[in-house]
């Protein structure tokens, strides 16, 4: 099953962007979606997750209170609406779903991902 995230780009710190993720086909339906980031030297690390049967949300420390995970079922979707953004986001986001474990913050839990986009966030 394809992922396809989009939705990066530049902006200021302090700016927004809302990242999707989008599949062609119903496999939301059943899977939990998550974005992880990851930028130069670092390894990849959880940003949101929710769970699309319940809509149970959960976020990293570092982004609760400027960040909202969100779904449309209609139209296969995940969102990640990013706000007050800083220069410590900047990175390639990810989207991700099947998750086959526990743990929301381990990559590996995760059986199907998208591409990647740039977020790039100027001080």
């Known amino acids: 099953v394809q992922l396809q995230a989009s939705g990066g780009g530049s902006v200021q710190a302090g700016g927004s962007l809302r990242l999707s993720c989008a599949t062609t086909?119903?496999?939301?339906?059943?899977?939990?979606v998550a974005w992880f980031r990851q930028s130069a030297g670092r390894e990849r690390e959880f940003v949101a997750g929710?769970?699309?049967?319940?809509?149970?949300?959960y976020y990293a420390d570092s982004v609760k209170g400027r960040f909202t995970i969100s779904k449309d079922r209609t139209e296969n979707t995940a969102y990640l609406q990013m706000n007050s953004l800083k220069p410590e986001d900047a990175a390639v986001y990810y989207c991700?779903?099947?998750?086959?474990?526990?743990?929301?913050?381990?990559?590996?839990?995760?059986?199907?991902w998208g591409q990647g986009t740039q977020v790039t966030v100027s001080s």
């Open positions: 991700a779903a099947q998750k086959i474990g526990s743990s929301w913050y381990n990559p590996s839990n995760f059986g199907n």
């Open positions: 929710v769970e699309w049967g319940g809509g149970a949300a």
């Open positions: 086909r119903r496999a939301f339906s059943s899977n939990s």
